[in-house]
């Protein structure tokens, strides 16, 4: 079975410039069909320019972005089928929810009124209301009432939740997993609220400095990189840790704290190689993940001193 | 899969229309306030601007073909300068071509409906058909298609900017500059040669007959002129046809990321600002050379126009002020651009303006002053060697001058070369640092037959002679019969052939118009109107032209050197009541002036004045006044004021010079 049978969303060797500058360094990224997957990376890691080119917005100078197989740019067959929210969103001065409505009803195809009709009760906008006078959070709303309610396939988010209250967050990610769960949406969701994300993605991929550092299933992911608190009766060799990767260590008096990507078992017999009094293993958020692969290229938290 | 194109949806029109309405909605305003607002200054007013509705003189009507078309384009694709909005349209499932088609549709509509609509208002509400079709310029069919791709040609022009440019003031101003394109550049360029290549031949019919058609705005110019030329619907087409290809193409190339940027292209980038560059040479160069007026101060002109402009430029397309380091090597090669384009001129490295072709190689000349009639039998055309050589000779002393003329006449020079080749020039030339050549040319026998077109008249053909008093008398004489008429023209051409330059042109007074209307293409000779216009002495005498406009008219002035034919005129009767004679002049009065730089015609009480009423003196007088066009600065002359018997208001005003005035009349100044 080729690769792009699996993969709904599939970009291969991206490549973008902005003038002389590489924005995008040759990505590949896979998203599986009724997935969630969860695109994070540090500000100005190419983010909206890769999901600029997934909507079809950029041309790319190198690779290809496929969608269901096809090319996305320029392709009204795979755009019917796609909604996407940005992060700004843009609305004309006379719009309203309910002239975007029927404008959608008409030029997208399975434009669902009966669900626009159900999600008024969810958002409590006007939908008479002019957009452009509402709040950042109310705009969002309108533009995820909008997008949910023509029935996407596909649905890229950019920072979705972001200026959203908690309760119409939650709103919004039961509504987003009830799609994936109940249509089989396959969703691309950009966003820094790693805690967030970590509740509802199957897959992340981290971008860094226009490049795919890793791309993975959650849990896998979360699996590999361990966080160790230990104390030994003799002092380590590191450098006997032949199948796994020290990314952080702090020793306090004999104890001492490890972030080791690795497999779990070869972990543990160099760990007891050292007669350990005690070991703790305890399990990683996504923001942890985040924060130590990013470290390692070079994207630490430096100690400020002002 | 089978794939639907499309070019155009028609939801996304009505859609359209709710953002884009309003702007058809304001033009149709405007087109049904022409005639209000025209009504403000009076019902007669009203009635002539009513019959100007469906033409294009009214001001507001001018105005709204230009705007409106050139908003409509700049609202309507705005959202190719916002980041925001351009994501946000190319993420609607739509192609980018069916996207583009809709939005052009929806444009057509706003601007042609209204039209259409308006059009039909006036033909609807105006008084009858038939007033329309006799009285308007164009047809109300023709003056309806004519703006509707008028307006079209300059919309597709205001999208293809929006296009090109990243955001929207860009393409506003930019909408403005690319109007002046190709006319407003060429004139620069040309103005610019005219000021630094000496004999540079500007070509003015060139730039107003093909040029001036070849930017959308200039060619509204002729939209007002009776006949729209082929080349002008030509011109139009091309224009809509060019920029919707051109409008296809680039928005297929155009990149969603370059909102924002004031070039959406990057090869238009060194395009822009070579142009602006080369714009700004040209303007600073002529402001600064206008002023001081050296050549200098042209190359200093230039070389602060390239600074600026260069800089400029580049200060624009990279939105920053810092690229003054960046641009460095640039901006070196640039001034190195101006001084090899002024040194090749000033050195006249290529030979443009020491080029004087030999007589061998030369069919033909062509020399007359710059702004005669440029119909080809027109011209004054000089074949022979002696007339060849008298004309490279004035060539040759005016390219040598070492203080450049600057008062004289522009003259226009083109040597027809045996190999087929042209070679144009242009100068100023002062006829009176060259007298004596002008001299040999103005006697030629094919400058006077060139000159004077009664050497090309039949007898036979012409119906009529009517000979116009100048400015003293509004009087007409007509001569009908063939032998008369045979008997002028013969007088003319003995006078003409006898006349030097001194008569003809440097001391030249005309004292009537003969007019021979030349009636073989014509037989409806308008005698009767010009009859009845005689009999109502209360009124100017209109002029043949106005009398029958088809006719073929010869006129020749009757200069007052011409001996031979003011005697035929005397033996016929007719010359007392034309020109001037002695006997119908009671006084002379002579006013001395001094030099030609304190001329005046007043005559005062503070200069020296003489009467002359000797008739003798009178006569010579008479004979050797002149208009004083000519006058040397260096020699004095005198106000020529003539007291005439049957007027008692009024002087005809003319100058002589002291060498022509009888030594008793001057001696009368001296006592």
Redesign the interface.
Known sequence: MSSSSLNFIEVQDLIKYFGDFKVLKGINLHVKQGSIYGLIGPNGAGKTTLIKHIVGSYYQDGGEVLIDGEPVYDNSRILKRMAYIPDDLYFNTTDTVKKISKFYKKIYPFFNEKRFETLKTVFEIDENHLIRKMSKGMKKQAAFWLAISSMPDILILDEPVDGLDPVTRRRVWSLILQDVEERGTTVLISSHNLRELEDVCDYVGILHNGSLLMEKDLDELKTDIHKIQTSFEFEPDSTKLNAGKILYENILGSVHNYIIKGDKDHILKWLNLYSPRFIDMLPLSLEEVFIYEIGGEGYEIKEIIL | ?KLKKSFY?S??IR?DL??FGWIGGIYIILLLLIGPIASLSGEERFANYMLRLLDFDAPLHLFTIVTIPIVLGLFQFKYLH?Q?????V???????Y?WLGTKLVTGMFILLIPQMFFTLFVIVFYPSAGFIGNQLIHTPLEFLVLNCVYMLSLYFFSVLISIISGFTIAAALMTLIFFSVPYGILTLLFSNLELTLKGFYYNYSFMDKVILKLSPLTVLYEFSCKRISNMTYVSIGMFVFVFLFAIFFLYAKR???SAGDVLAFEVLKPIFTVGVTICSVFVVGTYISVIYETEISLFAGYLIGGTLGYYISHIIVNKKINVFKKYAKGYGVMILCIVLFQGVIYFDIVGFESKVPDVGSIESVIFEPLYAPKDEHDRKVYSSIEDIETIREIHKKRIAEEVESKVGKKFYIQYNLKNGIKIKRQYIIEELRYKPIFNTLYSSEAYKKQTYDIFNLDPNAVSMVLIESNQFWNNREKIETTKDIDQLLSALKQDVMAASAEDLVFNRYDQAHIIFYDNRHNANVNVVALDEQELDNSVDLSGFDEVDSQAIIVDIPLNSKFSKTKSWLDEKGVLSNIALKPEAVSYIVLEEVGLRSSATTVIGEESKTVNVVEPEWIKDILEKMSYGEYFDDKEPYYVVGVGLKDKIDGMVYAYIQKKNLPQEVLDEFTH
């Open positions: 899969m949806n939801h996304v859609h709710t953002y916002n925001l909005q351009i994501s946000r190319h993420n609607y499932p739509f192609s980018r069916e990149k969603d990321e």
